[in-house]
């Protein structure tokens, strides 16, 4: 026995403030300066390895805010119509290792007109790393609606030896939920506070930030398809290496065309194949209007979410997805391409010099790793790559026959492919430190490429040399950030015109040759001398953003290899399917813009409850997510709603009773009370805010209809102040079944045994049969 009454009140628990830690200035000794201007490109916030937040104390607390006096704050209405100049801050803490408070305050400096500061936790920010962020200082005075956007970059500078000083770069738009944004797990404390590695020397750290504050662009409102005619790749974490690879690969259409004609089936799962995964997420790159996800490639290689947030090796994930793509092309009208498009030979020797003996060995390879260090170009690179190995002394070569002997060893080129990948070695391992470091030395690479120089140098006498080795540069790979951690994007050249393109993410934009090319050489770059009148050392810095690979495409292939990709290379089963998704998700889309005009309505009815009761349900009456529901206009007047519901359920207006639902203390609901002719004249979404204390985005109603004995509807029985109305479920203890039996009008004033009649009669039982009734009430554990 289930009675309708009305919902009892419950309170609501304000909102707990946790308490904050004092802050502690710190003892610093603070530099600014400013090195020549630099282009700063807004770009979405990410950084692989490294995840960026706003700082916020682990897993509990909240952050109490230093009020800085403040100047004349800068608004979105006056922000800087131009980027500003890079400004250099340095920080130096004395006595780090003594520091007792939880988190320290840089002093404030001011780069483009903002007031600025670095937020540190010397002990790490509830993890085994220091944590470090860049502050808005004054953010608790700066006008309401204000934001600022920065591209800055942090350090903790190596003392002993600067190439090892560990710097994280990336962007960020500021504001007054964010106003602060950095690295939780920046280093490892054991890192830190070991002096024989450098970072803290006499006790003595030092930070460095370099600040640039750019002019505020909507990223929000940007639109990559519209400004470029291309669309990027979602991050999902920690994937910007993966999806500077797949943007090389999708811009070689030729590749594209190959990977559209791979056989796959409508029975395929695209999480389950990556063959099926790859067309579908190329197609999308090539007909959708905004960024893609590559969630379901990532399934489609075994990873899980934190494969997602890990990084991986570039070179390998580029070997292992040409080897499960060359597999799955064994068999097909595209096997072998692959091979065609990206596999070269070169030719292994070992010649001696006192006998006429010579040892060779061919090998294929589908990318080449050059060497940075020690390299000026791309050319010195090929000519280490070549250079001849002399085998004397105690290395002498063992020859059959000949025994030990003076001999060269060396690698020549049998042929390159009409792709050629270049693997620049940035990371190499420092034995004397015993730890990877990045290479940022400056290293050129040419827009056009001529392997065939000086009289063909690096080909093997086996070599054809009618083929014409000269290569054009497609794209430029780049890392930005250091061997701990950093942000990938890629510069391509979809058509090899004059054109580049940066494929940043969800983020793409027109770049010029300059930015592509120069800019990512590495190196390093010259502050200019804060007072020319001293003769003073120039200062350098670093350049973190350079080149890692190099995708250079043969200029006799180049019309084969730049091909027209349309719809009649992808299979009919891909497009339907694709089509539909495409579809669904407009419609999903334009669902969600139309949301505020519409609302939805849930209407529950007795065939609802007995469907339901002992099935899915036992203690309430009905689950409101297996009723009918219906998206109505706000405007459309409630009567109207009325006859939408005849036509959808076959129930004329004038036998139609709603009643709106209750959610009372326990969390269940019950029917409360019919609607009112004044309610019913209302307009759908007037009903909702007024009925809708909770106010829920959908409404909740149950539809009172009485059926005869030919189950068609009959007119509604009258209800005074008096009724009550019952629902009533019929449990049987030797089956063990509940199950709903019906509902009934009940005077307040009667007594239970004056309706046992009539509840027999709903059960099913003879009228002299015993009934026992419960009220049906829940435990404290159940509520």
């Given at each position: 026995?289930?009675i309708?009454t009305?919902?009892?009140?419950?309170?609501?628990?304000?909102?707990h403030?946790?308490?904050?830690?004092?802050?502690v200035?710190?003892?610093?000794?603070?530099?600014?300066?400013?090195?020549?201007p630099?282009?700063?490109?807004?770009?979405?916030?990410?950084?692989?390895?490294?995840?960026?937040?706003?700082?916020?104390?682990l897993?509990?607390?909240?952050?109490?805010?230093?009020?800085?006096?403040?100047?004349?704050a800068?608004t979105?209405?006056?922000q800087?119509?131009?980027?500003?100049?890079?400004?250099?801050?340095?920080?130096?803490?004395?006595?780090?290792?003594?520091?007792?408070?939880?988190?320290?305050?840089?002093e404030?400096?001011v780069?483009?007109?903002?007031?600025?500061?670095v937020?540190?936790?010397?002990?790490?920010n509830?993890?085994?790393f220091?944590s470090?962020?860049l502050?808005?200082?004054?953010?608790?005075?700066?006008p309401?609606?204000?934001?600022?956007?920065a591209?800055f970059?942090l350090?903790?500078?190596?003392?002993?030896?600067n190439?090892?000083?560990?710097?994280?770069?990336?962007?960020?738009?500021?504001?007054?939920?964010?106003?602060?944004?950095?690295?939780?797990?920046f280093?490892?404390?054991?890192?830190?506070?070991?002096?024989?590695?450098g970072y803290?020397?006499?006790?003595?750290?030092?930070?460095?930030?370099?600040?640039?504050?750019?002019?505020v662009?909507?990223?929000?409102?940007?639109?990559?398809?519209?400004?470029?005619?291309y669309?990027?790749l979602?991050n999902?974490?920690?994937?910007?290496?993966?999806?500077?690879l797949?943007?090389?690969?999708?811009?070689?259409?030729y590749?594209?065309?190959a990977?559209?004609?791979m056989?796959?089936?409508?029975?395929?799962?695209?999480?389950?194949s990556?063959?099926?995964?790859?067309q579908?997420?190329?197609?999308?790159?090539?007909?959708n209007?905004?960024?893609v996800?590559?969630?379901?490639?990532?399934?489609?290689?075994?990873?899980?979410?934190?494969?997602s947030?890990?990084q991986?090796?570039?070179?390998?994930?580029?070997?292992?997805?040409?080897?499960?793509?060359e597999?799955?092309?064994?068999?097909?009208?595209?096997?072998?391409?692959?091979?065609q498009?990206?596999?070269?030979?070169?030719?292994?020797?070992?010649?001696?010099?006192?006998?006429?003996?010579?040892?060779?060995?061919?090998?294929s390879?589908y990318?080449?790793?050059?060497?940075?260090?020690?390299?000026?170009?791309?050319?010195?690179?090929?000519?280490?790559?070549?250079e001849?190995?002399?085998?004397?002394?105690?290395n002498?070569?063992?020859?059959?026959?000949?025994?030990?002997?003076?001999?060269?060893?060396?690698v020549?080129?049998?042929?390159?492919?009409?792709?050629?990948?270049?693997?620049?070695?940035?990371?190499?391992y420092?034995?004397?430190?015993?730890?990877?470091?990045k290479?940022?030395?400056?290293y050129e690479?040419p827009?056009?490429?001529?392997?065939?120089?000086?009289?063909?140098?690096?080909?093997?006498?086996?070599?054809?040399?009618?083929?014409?080795?000269?290569?054009?540069?497609?794209?430029v790979?780049?890392?930005?950030?250091?061997v701990?951690?950093?942000?990938?994007?890629a510069?391509?050249?979809?058509t090899?015109s004059?054109?580049?393109?940066?494929?940043?993410?969800?983020?793409?934009?027109?770049e010029?040759?300059?930015r592509?090319l120069?800019?990512?050489y590495?190196?390093e770059?010259?502050?200019?001398?804060?007072?020319?009148?001293?003769?003073?050392?120039?200062?350098?810095?670093?350049?973190y953003?350079?080149?890692?690979?190099?995708?250079?495409?043969?200029?006799s292939?180049?019309?084969?290899?730049?091909?027209?990709?349309?719809?009649?290379?992808?299979?009919?089963?891909?497009?339907i399917?694709?089509?539909?998704?495409?579809e669904?998700?407009?419609?999903?889309?334009?669902?969600?813009?139309?949301?505020?005009l519409?609302?939805?309505?849930?209407v529950?009815?007795d065939?609802?409850?007995?469907?339901?009761?002992?099935?899915?349900?036992?203690?309430?009456?009905?689950?409101?997510?297996?009723?009918p529901?219906?998206?109505?206009?706000?405007?459309?007047?409630?009567?109207q709603?009325?006859?939408?519901?005849?036509?959808e359920?076959?129930?004329?207006?004038?036998f139609?009773r709603?009643?709106?639902?209750?959610?009372?203390?326990?969390?269940?609901?019950?029917p409360?009370?019919?609607?009112?002719?004044?309610?019913?004249?209302?307009?759908?979404?007037?009903l909702?805010?007024?009925?809708?204390?909770?106010?829920n985005?959908?409404?909740?109603?149950?539809l009172?209809?009485?059926?005869?004995?030919?189950?068609?509807?009959?007119?509604?029985?009258?209800?005074?102040?008096?009724d009550?109305?019952?629902?009533?479920?019929?449990y049987d203890?030797?089956?063990?079944?509940?199950r709903?039996?019906?509902?009934l009008?009940?005077?307040?004033?009667?007594r239970?045994?004056?309706?046992?009649?009539?509840l027999?009669?709903?059960?099913?039982?003879?009228?002299d049969?015993d009934?026992?009734?419960?009220?049906?009430k829940?435990?404290?554990?159940?509520?």
């Amino acid at each position: 026995l289930a009675i309708s009454t009305p919902p009892a009140t419950h309170s609501r628990g304000g909102p707990h403030i946790a308490a904050g830690h004092p802050l502690v200035p710190s003892p610093v000794a603070m530099t600014i300066s400013t090195p020549p201007p630099a282009p700063a490109e807004p770009q979405p916030q990410q950084e692989e390895e490294e995840v960026l937040v706003p700082h916020q104390e682990l897993p509990n607390g909240t952050q109490p805010m230093e009020v800085v006096p403040a100047e004349p704050a800068a608004t979105v209405e006056n922000q800087p119509t131009e980027d500003t100049p890079i400004s250099r801050f340095t920080w130096t803490i004395d006595n780090l290792s003594r520091v007792n408070t939880k988190k320290l305050y840089s002093e404030t400096f001011v780069v483009g007109g903002y007031k600025w500061r670095v937020l540190i936790f010397p002990r790490g920010n509830n993890v085994e790393f220091l944590s470090m962020y860049l502050d808005v200082a004054d953010s608790a005075v700066l006008p309401y609606g204000w934001t600022r956007y920065a591209q800055f970059s942090l350090s903790v500078v190596n003392q002993i030896h600067n190439k090892f000083t560990i710097r994280k770069e990336t962007q960020h738009q500021f504001s007054a939920r964010e106003s602060d944004w950095g690295f939780t797990s920046f280093m490892p404390l054991s890192e830190l506070y070991n002096p024989s590695r450098g970072y803290l020397v006499n006790d003595t750290c030092v930070i460095e930030a370099e600040v640039a504050v750019c002019k505020v662009v909507d990223y929000w409102s940007y639109d990559s398809k519209k400004e470029t005619g291309y669309v990027g790749l979602k991050n999902q974490g920690a994937t910007c290496y993966m999806n500077s690879l797949l943007q090389t690969l999708y811009h070689i259409p030729y590749f594209r065309k190959a990977v559209y004609h791979m056989p796959t089936t409508e029975n395929d799962m695209p999480s389950g194949s990556i063959p099926l995964a790859l067309q579908s997420l190329f197609y999308k790159l090539q007909y959708n209007d905004s960024s893609v996800s590559t969630k379901e490639l990532t399934k489609s290689f075994g990873w899980d979410m934190h494969d997602s947030f890990m990084q991986h090796d570039v070179q390998e994930l580029n070997r292992v997805l040409s080897e499960k793509l060359e597999d799955k092309m064994k068999g097909t009208v595209v096997e072998g391409t692959i091979q065609q498009l990206f596999e070269g030979h070169h030719m292994n020797y070992i010649e001696c010099i006192n006998v006429d003996f010579k040892s060779t060995r061919k090998e294929s390879f589908y990318d080449l790793q050059l060497d940075v260090k020690g390299c000026q170009d791309v050319y010195a690179s090929f000519d280490k790559y070549v250079e001849v190995e002399r085998l004397e002394g105690d290395n002498k070569y063992h020859a059959e026959q000949h025994g030990l002997q003076d001999a060269k060893k060396g690698v020549l080129f049998i042929d390159f492919p009409p792709v050629l990948q270049l693997q620049l070695k940035r990371f190499e391992y420092d034995f004397m430190r015993d730890t990877m470091v990045k290479i940022n030395d400056r290293y050129e690479f040419p827009l056009q490429l001529d392997l065939d120089r000086d009289d063909g140098k690096y080909l093997s006498p086996d070599a054809d040399r009618n083929v014409r080795n000269l290569y054009t540069l497609h794209s430029v790979l780049v890392h930005s950030g250091g061997v701990h951690g950093g942000h990938y994007y890629a510069f391509i050249r979809p058509t090899l015109s004059d054109q580049w393109f940066k494929f940043d993410d969800e983020r793409v934009t027109k770049e010029d040759a300059k930015r592509a090319l120069e800019e990512q050489y590495g190196g390093e770059e010259e502050l200019p001398q804060t007072n020319p009148g001293l003769n003073n050392t120039p200062f350098k810095f670093t350049k973190y953003s350079n080149a890692y690979m190099l995708v250079y495409i043969r200029e006799s292939d180049k019309d084969k290899i730049i091909c027209n990709v349309d719809e009649k290379d992808i299979a009919e089963h891909l497009r339907i399917r694709l089509e539909k998704d495409r579809e669904e998700k407009e419609r999903r889309k334009k669902e969600k813009a139309e949301a505020h005009l519409y609302t939805i309505i849930k209407v529950a009815r007795d065939d609802d409850l007995t469907a339901q009761i002992g099935k899915d349900i036992y203690f309430d009456l009905v689950d409101h997510d297996k009723v009918p529901s219906f998206r109505i206009q706000k405007q459309m007047p409630f009567t109207q709603f009325k006859e939408e519901v005849a036509k959808e359920l076959g129930i004329p207006t004038q036998f139609q009773r709603f009643w709106l639902w209750a959610k009372r203390q326990n969390h269940t609901y019950r029917p409360n009370r019919p609607l009112t002719p004044q309610e019913e004249a209302l307009t759908v979404g007037q009903l909702k805010e007024a009925a809708n204390k909770a106010h829920n985005a959908e409404l909740k109603l149950f539809l009172e209809v009485e059926l005869g004995l030919d189950l068609k509807p009959l007119t509604l029985p009258d209800k005074t102040r008096e009724d009550i109305l019952l629902f009533f479920k019929l449990y049987d203890p030797e089956k063990e079944q509940l199950r709903y039996v019906g509902r009934l009008f009940v005077k307040a004033s009667g007594r239970p045994q004056d309706i046992l009649p009539k509840l027999r009669k709903m059960a099913g039982f003879l009228q002299d049969d015993d009934v026992e009734l419960y009220e049906r009430k829940l435990s404290s554990s159940q509520m």
